[in-house]
């Protein structure tokens, strides 16, 4: 056998694995975005066109679910954006235990999200929870009902995504921080350069593009964001915090309308390359200014 052939065969069952799981899933749910089809059923797809794209567009209630994605998303990443900068401002200097308190505020982004919205449901509960049993003490009148009213349920969501996503955002800010070169704090030093000019023309230039790309992973998966949601609200009360991922399962998976479900996945994944590509035009436009 030949080298070439060698290698072929190594790289051969990489390939299938990486179309059977992949690639084949993509072309399958873009096929049958384009039909009527119940995968529970025993009938073969029909083809209606863009009937399901059509449908999911004119009908109200998908857009009020992209509505209070794009609420969560604004929300969430921006407060975790600002908090994990300024805790990372907080841990870019020398203290003492400042590796033990920075491993202690990095563990939320270990745990599962859907544990995590869990955790946060009995935390959060009227009756024995935690927090609301504080709060009352405190103020001694009856808790907020964090996830049964329809007016505190998203500040709840935030809440909790908050607390799971800024040490995310601490650690790469962090990792920005750290690689900024001394050299330029010490000839800003010598010039006798304020501390605000030191931050805006020295440490957030320098740290812009790392920024902008945990923003982009940020902003990515909390548009996706389901376990979480699922597990603390299940989208209620009613529909209050049904994002478009618990939209999206409640159609494959309790309606099982398969192909109307295919279709609005494709729509979500529209929504993220736009979003996506904006990010990297930024981040483009940065590092050509650098």
């Known amino acids: 056998m030949s080298d070439a052939w060698l290698k072929r065969s190594f790289l051969a069952p990489t390939l299938i694995l990486l179309i059977g799981l992949n690639i084949f899933p993509l072309i399958w749910s873009l096929y049958l975005?384009?039909?009527?089809?119940?995968?529970?059923?025993s009938a073969a797809p029909v083809y209606v066109g863009t009937e399901n794209f059509r449908s999911i567009l004119n009908?109200?209630?998908t857009w009020r679910y992209f509505q209070t994605t794009a609420t969560f998303v604004?929300?969430?990443?921006?407060?975790?954006?600002?908090l994990g900068f300024g805790l990372a401002m907080l841990f870019n200097r020398a203290f003492a235990g400042r590796g033990f308190w920075l491993t202690?505020?990095?563990l939320p982004m270990m745990l599962s999200p859907a544990i995590v919205g869990l955790f946060w449901k009995f935390l959060l509960d009227p009756t024995?929870?935690?927090?609301?049993?504080?709060?009352?003490?405190?103020?001694?009148?009856?808790?907020?009902?964090?996830?049964?009213?329809p007016d505190n349920v998203m500040k709840a969501l935030v809440l909790v995504d908050v607390w799971m996503w800024?040490?995310?955002?601490?650690?790469?800010?962090?990792?920005?921080?750290?690689?900024?070169?001394?050299?330029l704090y010490e000839a800003a030093s010598v010039d006798r350069a304020s501390a605000l000019f030191r931050f805006f023309r020295i440490t957030l230039p320098m740290i812009a593009p790392l920024l902008l790309v945990a923003l982009l992973f940020r902003t990515m998966d909390a548009f996706k964001l389901f376990d979480m949601v699922y597990t603390l609200t299940n989208g209620g009360p009613g529909d209050a915090s049904e994002t478009v991922s618990v939209s999206l399962y409640r159609l494959a998976f309790?309606?099982?309308?398969?192909g109307k479900a295919c279709a609005l996945a494709y729509i979500m994944l529209v929504i993220v390359i736009a979003l996506s590509n904006l990010y990297v035009r930024m981040l483009v436009k940065i590092k050509g200014e650098l």
């Open 33 to 41: 975005s384009f039909h009527d089809y119940n995968a529970t059923g």
């Open 59 to 61: 009908d109200p209630t």
């Open 74 to 82: 604004t929300c969430a990443v921006g407060l975790e954006f600002l």
């Open 104 to 106: 202690l505020a990095l």
């Open 128 to 149: 024995w929870g935690f927090i609301t049993h504080a709060i009352s003490i405190v103020t001694r009148q009856s808790p907020p009902e964090w996830l049964t009213d």
């Open 166 to 183: 800024t040490p995310f955002m601490l650690l790469i800010s962090l990792a920005g921080l750290a690689a900024v070169p001394k050299s």
């Open 254 to 258: 309790q309606q099982f309308d398969t």
